[in-house]
């Protein structure tokens, strides 16, 4: 199985700054990508932003230009960092993993942006 820890949530004024970290263990196999998924109250789940392992990246439409998502640690470890937040960034932010031993989910981070 494949365990995925996540860190780095907390609550920062809008405008703020925040990098998220998510790193896998266990039988992971080979990496076909790590992303993180975004869960506002009331509201579905969201892409925000992916990353393969031939580096290529996906950002959602809302956070093009604000978000990066990178990797290291042989592709272990994936990275969000978030800037120039806003309020509607607000929410449970998931790490998600798919490789060839399977998909795994974190438990989520919270991310509270406000004043």
């Known amino acids: 199985q494949v365990q995925l820890m996540e860190s780095g949530g907390g609550t920062v004024q809008p405008g703020g700054s925040l990098t998220l970290s998510c790193t896998a263990s266990?039988?992971?196999?080979?990496?076909?990508?790590m992303a993180w998924v975004r869960q506002a109250p009331g509201k579905q789940r969201e892409l925000v932003a992916s990353?393969?392992?031939?580096?290529?990246?996906y950002y959602a439409d809302s956070v093009k230009g604000r978000f990066t998502i990178s990797r290291e640690n042989a592709g272990n470890t994936a990275y969000l960092q978030m800037n120039s937040l806003k309020p509607d960034d607000t929410a449970v932010y998931y790490c998600?993993?798919?490789?060839?031993?399977?998909?795994?989910w974190g438990e989520g981070t919270q991310v509270t942006v406000s004043s």
């Open positions: 998600h993993l798919r490789s060839n031993g399977g998909g795994a």
């Open positions: 266990g039988s992971i196999g080979s990496i076909y990508y």
């Open positions: 990353i393969t392992s031939a580096d290529i990246v």
